[in-house]
């Protein structure tokens, strides 16, 4: 695809999004929701993420070496490829394309497709479920809500979430079968 084909494509993509997305938005209009978001979102920067894959071995023993340094590697390749799809598609933040979109938090960088909080919250949240299903209980909410901040908060468009998701979902479910 040309580059003008794709960025016109993008440019309708958002389009036919934009009423989805501005109706999520306004939940960050109230204080108490958009608090929580703020802090989901917040642990999905990566932080929360180390340390979960450092405190496994700690927790489980020997046996979660394995699946820690699996975690590692595909949390890297979750990086490397959401930042090549981010390079490649350049699809501007809905905050910075349509005027109406609130942004309640700062970004960490410029480009929108697709959502690399909510790639490696899913990645993470299924190998960490798989080996140990009783995390699933704090993991599977956390998840939830990391990825609907990132609509809620101006940052994504819904398919930047729902593509992260599924990326998160295939590398979370090759380290299950590596690890």
């Known amino acids: 695809m040309k580059a003008t084909a794709l960025s016109e494509w993008i440019a309708r993509a958002d389009a036919a999004e934009y009423a989805l997305c501005r109706r999520l ?11 929580i978001f703020q802090i989901a979102s917040r642990l999905g920067d990566g932080i929360l993420w180390y340390a979960v894959i450092a405190v496994l071995p700690l927790l489980y023993g020997r046996a ?4 820690a340094v699996v975690m590692a590697l595909t949390g890297l390749a979750g990086l490397l ?12 933040r809905p905050f910075m394309t349509h005027a109406s979109i609130d942004r ?9 497709f697709p959502s690399g909080h909510t790639l ?3 990645c993470f949240t299924v190998q960490v ?3 140990y299903p009783a995390l699933g209980w704090v993991l599977i909410p956390l998840t939830l809500l990391i990825a609907g901040s990132r609509t809620v908060l101006g940052l994504h468009y819904p398919t930047d979430v ?18």
């Open 25 to 35: 938005n306004r939940g960050a209009a109230f204080a108490v929701p958009r608090r």
């Open 64 to 67: 979660a070496l394995r699946p």
């Open 81 to 92: 490829l959401y930042k090549l799809l981010k390079r490649t598609l350049v699809r501007e």
């Open 104 to 112: 309640a938090m700062a970004p960490l960088d410029r480009y929108s």
């Open 120 to 122: 490696h919250a899913v």
């Open 129 to 131: 479920t798989a080996h």
């Open 162 to 179: 729902l593509a992260g998701a599924l990326l998160g979902l295939a590398l979370g479910l090759l380290g299950v079968s590596l690890a």
